[in-house]
C-alpha cells in the first residue's frame, strides 16, 4: 500500500492527473491487505478528485468488505452501482455470498437468496458455485443447481389448440394467432366481418373456394371493430 501511495503522490506532485486505473490499483492493494477503511478513504478521494467510480472500483471496495464478513456493506455498495446505473455482475454476487460466510454467524438466508437473484438477472451460477458451497454446504447447493437444471431442461409450453368439428368444417383456434398481413390485395378479400368475438383462424370457404379463410383485426372509417377475412391458404 505504500508503494501505491508514493507512485500516487508523485504523480500529484507533477501536476499529473491519477486515471481511474491508478485510483483502482491503490484501492486493490489496501483490499489485498484487508484494510477497508484505506480502501474506502481512497474511493472518497478519487470521487473529490472529480474521477468517478467504476463497476472495477466498487468490486474492489465489496471484496474488501466481503473479506470481514460485512453483509449489510457489500449489499449498500451493490445497490448504488444500480443506482447509478452501472450493471451487477456476477462479481459482486461471490463478494456477498462470501461476506455471508465469513459473517457472524454465516448468514446462509442471504447466500442463497443472493444465488436467486444472480439466477433472476440471467448471470452464470457456475461463477459462485465454489462460494455457495462453502457457506450452504455441498449437499444444499447440489440441490439448488439440480432444481435450476430441471427447470432449464423443461421446454416451453406449446401454444394452446382447440380443435372442433362443425359438419364439414373444422374450427382452430390458435394462441397466440397466425394473422395475415393487412396489406393483401384487396381482390383476394371478402370484406369486413364484424364480429368482435370471430376465431382468428377459421377452416372455412374463402370467396367460393374451400381452404383456410384468415381473420384479421381491421379499422375502417365505417366500422369501429371488426375482422377482415384474407385470403385462402389451401
Known sequence: TRRAEHHLGRMLELGLKPSIVTYNSVMNAYSAVGDAGGAEAWMARMVKDGVMPTEVTY????????????????????????????????????????????????????????????????????????????????????????????????????????????????????TPPHLVPPNLPSSRCSGIVVQPDMPKLVASPVDGAGGLGVYYPHKDAGQADGWMMGESTD
Open 59 to 174: 468490486g474492489t471496495l465489496c471484496k474488501v468488505f466481503a473479506h470481514h464478513g460485512l453483509v449489510d456493506e457489500v449489499k449498500a455498495i451493490m445497490a448504488t452501482v444500480e443506482r447509478r446505473g452501472l450493471e451487477l455482475n456476477e462479481y459482486f454476487f461471490a463478494s456477498l455470498i462470501a461476506a455471508c460466510r465469513l459473517a457472524s454467524p454465516p448468514d446462509v438466508p442471504s447466500a442463497i437468496k443472493a444465488f436467486h437473484d444472480l439466477v433472476a438477472r440471467g448471470l452464470r451460477p457456475q461463477c459462485v458455485k465454489r462460494a455457495l458451497e462453502r457457506v450452504a454446504g455441498q449437499r444444499r447447493t447440489s440441490q439448488l443447481f439440480a432444481t435450476l437444471n430441471n427447470l432449464q431442461a423443461k421446454p416451453p409450453p406449446p401454444p394452446a389448440t382447440h380443435m372442433m368439428k362443425s359438419g364439414s368444417l373444422v374450427h382452430q383456434m390458435l
